[in-house]
């Protein structure tokens, strides 16, 4: 794949040497956003925002954009990596992720799971978060029915030369992390890692703990390594590997689950009169968990492996078709294989085996327009996309007998689009409108994997079919003094065929299928205020979600973990620059467990504050404090057995960076 997109970009990489101008500029970013980017509901989060999450975590910074969410509401470090899935616009509903995640370009979610790994993705390694909620038809635009969340990857001119801190807490957990970003040349390197190890909370109420109850214990590490070079004075160079292990223990005593991978990626971006942007990425992953009875505390599974890998590539170009326009045409493929290898036990004795898995392949064409007539700004974009289901297959021994199952392949062509438009009614206000469709195909975990927790069988589906959306919405953004902007948004999104975990019998087995669809219509509002070292920033979403599925037991009801309110906000100082004060407060809603709403788990809200102050030469003092009321935040409630998320937390540490 590397060698077809640099062969492709040849013709043009000569062109642009010719044209080339002296200066060298090198961003380590890619392509500037098309103009037409405002039409849809956009919400940058700076690295000052994402320096300030109390839990040091990635998904703490997202939070910052009201309605993102994961699967559940406990963090990376007491969830089942499995569980990581993110959504926007409470479109959730099962454990993969309905939002299409991209670090500097390269879709990042797990290929056989489709979770997120959060742990490996450390937000003092970012310069930006952006997250545009709803459907896309873009390079990778297949998955990213609610949304899109755009990582990019921070330079020397953010890091500094040499940047690292580390810190503990009350309960003796630590972490530690160093970037080092030397400037070689017109280029840069950027090598980075960090650490993290506790002995975690209690997620178990202290009423249902039994001797084999245990704390979350954890422990992870990542690390990167990028190159940006410059080739011609328009031309760049990105490349980056990286590695990552999680390891966790949830509630019982060896219930140990773990995640790992391996990645690499090469960008070429041309910003000369021929712009481009060519990408190939690989990645290898693996999982393993081991689930323990709630009632036995004996195991009932081993997960040992679950090796999968994802390979992919896009091309875009845009050519120069006047000022007033910029086109985009574009390609990308993606290939994702993998499968489970597991223990079977009874009465904590091995007496199965399973193997499970297949490939998934999706190829996209797509073609986006932006053309600016004054103070009119329009954009329409389509994606044609061939997607396939190949060579799933169960391979299983269970008490002496081996069965094999071979499911059919399926493959087709799906179309989408989007288009928008947006009209500036004064210099400080804008009104915007926008439509779309989109694609999300099944993963190979809920196509072929079946799991049990707690109690609770999930099987899998392997005759799941696509789910597609239909959405629209309107906002307006307007800043009515200077350093105050507001932006309000109202949409309309419809997934059918939406794939969710449907309960078969009350608190014992579930099972991945299509229902009707997940109808979400709602308000997002979102503002910053800026004077001087003081800011106050803030998000609110509303959305009403309904299951649409006549003639069923969850026909009309909301999607389970889906809550109807979320709000965060976020107030701080900045007197130098290297001084901080902020406070952060986030509303959940209530959401239910399941999808027949029997158990709730209650709304929260949680206070954090983050302290940063210079104490000698380079060293400043970090003082973090999560969930300061010790808000009892319900992470799971099965049956009424439940979890609990992170207690109140306060972290000190000291914080080193050399210019």
């Known amino acids: 794949m590397i060698p077809l997109l640099a062969g492709a970009a040849m013709p043009m990489l000569a062109h642009a040497e010719e044209a080339a101008p002296d200066q060298i500029v090198v961003t380590g970013r890619g392509l500037e956003a098309a103009p037409a980017a405002v039409a849809y509901d956009v919400q940058d989060i700076d690295q000052d925002r994402m320096s300030v999450a109390a839990s040091g975590r990635l998904e703490d910074a997202l939070s910052a954009a009201a309605g993102f969410q994961q699967f559940r509401r406990s963090d990376s470090r007491a969830s089942n990596p499995s569980a990581q899935g993110i959504t926007l616009r409470a479109l959730g509903g099962n454990a993969t992720s309905r939002t299409l995640m991209l670090l500097d370009g390269v879709p990042v979610a797990d290929p056989f799971f489709g979770y997120v790994p959060l742990s490996a993705l450390a937000p003092e390694r970012l310069a930006m978060a952006r997250v545009t909620r709803g459907g896309g038809s873009g390079a990778f635009g297949a998955g990213a029915v609610a949304g ?3 990582l990019t990857s921070a330079g020397p001119d953010q890091l500094g030369l040499f940047g690292g801190r580390a810190l503990v807490d009350d309960r003796g957990e630590t972490e530690l992390s160093a970037t080092l970003a030397p400037k ?8 980075a890692g960090r650490w993290d190890r506790g002995r975690g909370f209690w997620t178990t109420p202290v009423d249902q703990r039994v001797p084999a109850s245990v704390r979350a214990r954890y422990e992870s590490w990542s690390t990167s390594l990028r190159a940006v070079a410059p080739l011609t004075s328009d031309i760049e160079l990105q490349a980056r590997v990286a590695a990552f292990n999680d390891a966790r223990t949830l509630r019982f005593a060896g219930a140990d689950t773990a995640a790992s991978g391996q990645d690499a990626s090469l960008r070429l971006v041309g910003r000369g009169a021929w712009k481009f942007d060519a990408l190939a990425y690989v990645q290898s992953r693996d999982f393993n968990n081991v689930v323990i009875s709630a009632r036995t505390f004996l195991p009932t599974l081993n997960q040992r492996a679950t090796p999968s890998t994802g390979i992919g590539g896009k091309f875009e170009l845009r050519p120069p078709v006047g000022k007033d326009h910029v086109l985009r045409l574009g390609v990308d493929w993606r290939y994702a294989e993998g499968h489970t290898e597991e223990d079977v036990y009874t009465s904590g004795k091995v007496t199965g085996q399973r193997r499970a898995g297949g490939t998934n392949r999706d190829l996209g064409l797509f073609i986006e327009d932006d053309w600016t007539g004054g103070p009119v700004i329009l954009t329409a974009g389509a994606r044609a996309d061939r997607w396939s289901m190949r060579d799933g297959v169960l391979d299983q021994i269970l008490s002496g007998k081996a069965t094999k199952t071979l499911y ?7 179309g989408s689009f989007r288009g928008g438009v947006v009209v500036k009614l004064a210099r400080n206000l804008a009104l915007r409108g926008s439509a779309y469709t989109g694609l999300r195909q099944p993963t190979l975990n809920e196509l072929y994997r079946s799991f049990n927790i707690a109690g609770i069988t999930t099987k899998a589906n392997a005759a799941l079919r696509n789910e597609t959306l239909r959405g629209f919405e309107g906002g307006v953004d307007w800043k009515p003094i200077r350093g105050l902007s507001i ?3 109202a949409f309309d999104n419809r997934i059918r065929n939406a794939i969710a ?11 991945r299928q299509n229902i009707g669809a997940v109808h979400a219509r709602g308000l997002e509002l979102s503002a ?5 070292a003081f800011s106050l920033s803030g998000s609110f979403a509303y959305t009403d979600a309904k299951v649409e599925a006549p003639g069923t037991d969850i026909d009309r009801l909301r999607p389970a973990q889906t809550p109807r309110y979320a709000a965060s906000a976020t107030a701080a100082w900045r007197p130098s620059p290297r001084t901080t004060l902020a406070l952060t407060v986030r ?3 209530a959401q239910y467990e399941d999808d027949l709403q029997t158990a709730i788990l209650p709304p929260a809200t949680t206070l954090d504050t983050y302290a940063e102050v210079p104490i000698a ?9 999560e969930n300061l009321f010790d808000e009892a935040v319900v992470t799971r409630n099965s049956g009424g057995s439940i979890d609990l998320g992170t207690p109140r937390t306060v972290w000190a540490g000291v914080k080193v960076g050399f210019r």
């Open 617 to 625: 030469g380079p060293f400043s003092l970090v003082l973090r404090g």
């Open 528 to 532: 910053e205020y800026k004077v001087d």
């Open 587 to 589: 509303h959940t809603g």
């Open 408 to 414: 059919p392949d399926r493959a087709g062509w799906s």
């Open 501 to 511: 975990n449907v309960t078969l019998v009350k608190d014992s087995v579930r099972e």
């Open 184 to 191: 070689l040349g017109e280029g840069y390197l950027v090598a």
């Open 148 to 150: 899109t969340i755009d």
């Open 487 to 489: 932006s309000a948004t």
